[in-house]
């Protein structure tokens, strides 16, 4: 395991749901990270908070709501999601001596909207 | 735009071969070049790494070559075994910016 742990795993939600991702990491990191994976694409950066404070907006639909309440801690609030929106979404740290260098990443929240 | 283009999208070696995989970059001022495994149910990994300073870097089976000059860096996997087979992103960054990915490489090792 690499220390990020992401919950659920795996989620189905309708258009009109609101739901959230949860992420954990146990290694003492004080920067964290949001992805999005999708087939046949780079993965996109879409948030990053360094210290709890957001350092990075990567010009994400609002309806994609970030909250870092702690170093160990980050959420990513859903709601009024587009069928384009299902993707894998991979939370990572990394101390912030090595911002956006040395990431752990979870391994993934596979959501799926219908 | 900043981009980094990786090829090819798949790959298949045999057992014991050499596995190449190749990245070109367009933003000078990157300064670190990463390189991330991912198996199949789980987040990518950090396998290797290379900053502009030097042309090559080597970890076991695992070699970085970087060609500053043509803005171009590759991934070589001496003695490719089963256990390679998985998806390779090269990637790019300033540090202060966010990682730029390339599209990934899908590696198959054949027994």
């Known amino acids: 395991e690499t220390g990020v742990t992401q919950t659920p795993r795996h989620l189905v939600m309708g258009m009109t749901n609101k739901k959230s991702l949860k992420c954990e990491q146990h290694?003492?990191?004080?920067?964290m990270y949001w992805y999005k994976q999708s087939a046949k694409k780079p993965l996109e950066l879409m948030f990053v908070y360094s210290l709890e404070e957001r350092v990075e907006n990567n010009s994400v639909p609002s309806r994609f709501s970030p909250e870092c309440p702690n170093s160990s801690h980050l959420f990513l609030h859903l709601h009024t999601l587009q069928p384009e929106d299902s993707a894998l979404y991979l939370c990572?740290?990394?101390?912030?001596?090595?911002?956006?260098?040395?990431?752990?990443f979870g391994s993934g929240t596979q959501l799926s909207v219908l | 735009q900043q981009q980094v283009k990786q090829s090819p999208q798949s790959l298949i070696v045999q057992k014991g071969g050499i596995s190449i995989i190749n990245c070109a970059y367009e933003?000078?001022?990157?300064?670190?070049f990463p390189w991330y495994q991912q198996f199949p149910g789980k987040g990518p990994a950090l396998l290797i790494a290379i900053r502009p300073d030097v042309s090559e870097k080597k970890e076991g089976r695992f070699t970085i070559s970087f060609n500053k000059s043509a803005k171009q860096f590759s991934l070589h996997i001496m003695d490719s075994q089963p256990g390679d087979s998985a998806t390779y992103f090269c990637?790019?960054?300033?540090?202060?910016?966010?990682?730029?990915f390339g599209k990934g490489t899908h590696l198959i090792i054949q027994p």
């Open positions: 990572a740290s990394s101390l912030r001596s090595q911002f956006n260098e040395k990431l752990f």
């Open positions: 290694l003492g990191h004080n920067a």
């Open positions: 990637a790019a960054t300033l540090g202060t910016d966010g990682l730029t």
């Open positions: 933003n000078t001022a990157f300064d670190y």
